[in-house]
């Protein structure tokens, strides 16, 4: 995703200006001329929106009319954005979109579009262009005919304020908007994992231990009717044994998926127990090594032993490995997982082995996620969660 503002050729600086009127000269002059009336048009839908809004504004369609109008200003601004792009050769990021949550009703979308501050910027900068317009349009006109030779000078000043302009008052407002359209796409990869997350769960319990469970009670419902028809005890006993087989079987099942949603020793004695329980059942030896002065909120926690979780499992399987490491630490606001192995190598995100689930995990809470596999070894995977203490979260 684009944080910045970049240039059509990828820099966000024009060419050098030549005293020959050169391709970027005319569009800069071409530019210059629109002010005027690409100004006196914004300038008469500034002023018609802020005073029929505000004169209507005690009565019922007063607000509504002031909304729309905000919108129809983010929308001149993308269209003075596209001019920026086309004639100045700068590029600026489109803003976020108003967020439209389908619970908030009527009133609740009528607030989000009144306080809409990339409407209010825009309207600002329709109201503010009207004498620059003049300025530009008068200064250039003359300039064609009395001060051609230093006329490409001229209008890469003048145009340099309009990009100033622009990306003051018409570029994303701040880090912060930015960061809202990044998260709005990585609320839908949270919900997308938890209904998977779901989906296994009911797999699991349905496909072992609800079967088990259903067999069990047929078992036990078949021996039942063997002791009441006087059958021999000895297949009475064999019957009520391979039934206590398969509830030793569903128990073990059921601590495994419970296991899976979040384990109790993660809960009772935090991430070095749990990891080392989850490193004693790697097929490959592993050396956890876990320095926190405390322990982090119970969600990065968890995000963190799953992380761990699954990569220890692809090191079982895929790795060839004969030794593996997993060290945890905390640097300033961060919580740092390195996980390697000597094995094969070629590990990528795009690899099959889950990879790029992991990635996009720990991205959708503004974490990292790095893989180091050359083909041969060793792999090296880093990842980055950020650190908030237990007590906020």
Not at 345 to 354: E, F, K, P, Q, V
């Amino acid at each position: 995703m684009n944080t910045g503002i970049t240039a059509d050729s990828g820099t966000d600086r024009p060419p050098p200006v030549r005293f020959a009127l050169g391709k970027h000269t005319w569009k800069e002059i071409a530019h210059l001329l629109l002010n005027l009336p690409v100004a006196v048009l914004g300038f008469i839908y500034a002023v018609t929106v802020v005073c029929t809004g505000g004169a209507l504004s005690v009565t019922v369609i007063g607000l509504p009319l002031l909304a729309l109008g905000l919108l129809g200003a983010r929308r001149l601004g993308r269209m003075e954005r596209a001019r920026a792009r086309a004639l100045l050769g700068i590029r600026i990021d489109e803003p976020s979109p108003l967020p439209r949550g389908k619970d908030e009703g009527f009133f609740g979308r009528l607030w989000s579009s009144l306080k809409d501050p990339v409407g209010w910027r825009g309207l600002l900068y329709d109201f503010i262009r009207l004498p620059w317009g003049i300025v530009t349009f008068t200064v250039t006109l003359a300039s064609l005919f009395v001060l051609w030779p230093v006329l490409p000078y001229i209008a890469r000043g003048l145009t340099n304020v309009d990009r100033a302009m622009v990306r003051g008052l018409l570029s994303p407002s701040d880090e912060l908007e930015r960061r809202i359209a990044e998260l709005e796409s990585d609320r839908g990869v949270v919900v997308d994992t938890a209904a998977a997350d779901l989906r296994r769960i009911e797999r699991d319990l349905h496909d072992g231990a609800q079967a088990r469970l259903v067999n069990l009670a047929m078992g036990l419902g078949l021996a039942k009717e063997k002791l009441l028809e006087g059958q021999s005890d000895d297949m009475v006993a064999a019957m009520v044994d391979e039934a206590h087989g398969e509830v030793k079987l569903a128990l073990q099942e059921l601590r495994d998926l419970a296991r899976g949603i979040h384990p109790a020793v993660l809960t009772d004695r935090g991430l070095d127990a749990a990891l080392s329980s989850v490193a004693s059942r790697c097929t490959v030896p592993v050396k956890v090594t876990v320095e926190m002065p405390a322990r982090p909120a119970a969600a990065i926690e968890g995000i963190a032993y799953f992380t761990v979780s699954e990569l220890l499992q692809n090191i079982s399987k895929h790795s060839g490995a004969r030794n593996a490491t997993v060290d945890v630490w905390r640097s300033g606001d961060r919580l740092l997982i390195q996980v390697g192995d000597d094995g094969q190598g070629g590990a990528s995100l795009s690899g099959g082995t889950g990879m790029a689930g992991l990635a996009e995990r720990l991205d959708a809470v503004d974490g990292i996620f790095g893989v180091d596999s050359p083909v041969g070894g060793p792999t090296v995977v880093t990842a980055e969660l950020p650190w908030r203490d237990r007590t906020e979260g």
